[in-house]
C-alpha cells in the first residue's frame, strides 16, 4: 500500500501533484511519501505489539536523514553497516541504545567509533572479527555487546545477489560453527555476548525461509543456554520482499503471526532490520523525456535519469512499474526505456508497453524509495538527484540537487601539474 495515485489521469503524490513538483525542483527527482513510510514503519510496530522488540530500520536502504528522523520520532532503531551509517543515525537523533552494527569488514575505526556511542551491540560475522573487537576493547578499557551472525543455510529463493544465507555467501558463521564461535566469544575478556542474529536475504516474498532459518537458530539457542550462556537479543534481520510487478509477499501482520508463537515463554528481546518493506514503495522516480528514438529493432525513450540515479534495473535486472506522470489517450507502444549513460546495461525497462510519450513529458518509476537514492552515483559525472518528501498537502526538500561544484569538492591538482 502506497500513496502515490491518479487524480483526474495525473500523478499525485499524497496530496501533492507530482508534476508540479518536477517543473519546481527539476528532474530527476525523488520523491517520497510520508505517510506510506509511516505506516509501514507502524505496521512492523503494531504487528509485534505483543512481544518486547526494536524496529532497526537497516539504513542502506535508505540513509536520507530525514527518513531517519522520522523513524526516529517514532521510537525506532538502526540497522548500520559502516561507521557513515553509524554517524547518519546518531545525527539524526537516534538513540545509540537503538543500534546494531552488521557488516563482515568492520574496521578498528568503526569498532572504536560504535564503542565510544555504546551501541546496542556489534553483529560480529568471523572469529577474526571478534577478536579484534575485542581487542579495540581491551585498549578502550570496555566491554563490547556482541551478538553473533549465525548463517542458518536457508534458501531465501530470491535473487542471487540478494540472498546471503546460504553456505556459499560471505555473510555469518556457518551455523554448525556456531557453538564452537560462542565459545571463544564467552571467553574473550572484553566481549560481553549477548545476542543472536541473522539474515537471510532480501526481497524475499515467501514465510518459510523465516519460519525455517528462526527454528534453525532457536535449536541453537537452546544449545547454547545447556553450556550457560543467555542470549537476551534475538535479531532476525529484514528481508521482507515487496510487489514490484506481481509479487504478492507476506506482510508484516503475516511474519508475526508465524513467527511469534515460536518465541512463546522466552524471554527476549526481538529486534527486526527491515529496510525495503518500510521504504521501498515509499519512493518514486521521476525523469523527463529528453528523445525519443526509433532504432531498426526497437524504439527507445531516453530519459534524463539514469543508472546513477537508479541502478537496479541494471544491476539484478530489476522490474519497476513506469508510469506517466500525466495519463494520455494514446495508442500504446512498447519501448526499451533508457537513460543517458554510456554503457548498454543503463536502462530502466526493455520491451516496455506503455502508451505512446512524447518529448517533455514525465514519466515515474515507482517502488524506488529502497535501494534507489542509496545505491547512487555520480557516474559520467552526474550532479544526484534531488529529494522530496511530500506529506499530506505540504512537500519539503531534503536533500538539494548537487551542482557541478560538487563534482569536484576535494579533488587537488598536484604542483607539477599547474
Ligand atoms: C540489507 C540488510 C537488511 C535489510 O534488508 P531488506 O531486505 O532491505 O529488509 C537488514 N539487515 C542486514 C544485516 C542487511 O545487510
Known sequence: MHFFKYHRNELFAEDVSVKALAEKYSTPLYIYSYNTLLRHFRAYDQAFNNYQHIICFAIKANPNISILRLFAKQGGGADVVSGGELY??????ISPRKIVFAGVGKTDEEIRFALITNILMFNAESEDELREINRVAYLMKKKAPVALRINPDIDPETHPYIATGLKKHKFGIPIEDALEHYRIA?????????????????????????????????????????????IKYLDIGGGLGISYKDEEPPIPKDLAKNLL???????LTLILEPGRSIAGNAGILVTKVLYVKKGKEKEFVIVDAGMNDLIRPSLYGAYHHILPVVKKQRNTAIYDIVGPICESGDYFAKDRELKEVKQGEFLAVMGVGAYGFSMSSNYNCRPKAA?????????????????YKDLIRGEKVPAFLK
Open 387 to 403: 529529494e522530496v518528501m511530500v506529506k499530506n498537502n505540504e512537500h519539503f526538500l531534503i536533500k538539494d540537487r548537487e551542482t
Open 186 to 230: 564467552s571467553r574473550l575478556e572484553n566481549i560481553k555476548v549477548v545476542g543472536i542474529h541473522k539474515h537471510i536475504g532480501s526481497q524475499i516474498t515467501k514465510i518459510a525461509p523465516f519460519v525455517d532459518a528462526l527454528k534453525s537458530i532457536l535449536i541453537l539457542m537452546d544449545k547454547l543456554r545447556s553450556e550457560g550462556l543467555r
Open 261 to 267: 508463537p515460536l518465541l512463546r515463554g522466552r524471554d
Open 88 to 93: 547518519k543515525a546518531l545525527k539524526a537523533g
